[in-house]
């Protein structure tokens, strides 16, 4: 059974970078695609980004092109979000997920808070 864990959540200002990593368990994880989704008090989980299983195609969402990157090292099991020029509404909890295919996500971690101070 796949297991996520993130790590790289924390309080920064607006402008700053921080670096999301996400581990996965088990032996697939290089055959599936991985997202970033994130969550914010009150507000429903979307999407932020999704990376195909060997990093070749990516998704941003509009809110984040520009700022925010996917990336992937299937030797680590390790996908990671890097992102950067941080605004107060990307205060969230950030969870990755493994998309077992067509969009259709069948594991996530527990998620990181990113918080971002005005």
């Known amino acids: 059974q796949v297991q996520l864990v993130e790590s790289g959540g924390g309080l920064v200002q607006a402008g700053d970078s921080l670096r999301l990593s996400c581990a996965a368990s088990g032996r697939t994880f290089s055959a599936y695609p991985m997202g970033w989704f994130r969550q914010a008090p009150g507000q429903e989980r979307e999407l932020v980004a999704r990376i195909t299983w060997n990093g070749a195609h990516t998704y941003y969402a509009d809110f984040v092109k520009g700022r925010f990157t996917i990336s992937r090292d299937n030797a680590k099991n390790t996908v990671y979000l890097q992102m950067n020029s941080l605004k107060p509404e990307d205060t969230a909890v950030y969870f990755c997920?493994?998309?077992?295919?067509?969009?259709?996500?069948?594991?996530w971690g527990q998620g990181t808070q990113v918080t971002v101070s005005s």
């Open positions: 997920a493994r998309d077992a295919g067509v969009n259709q996500y069948d594991t």
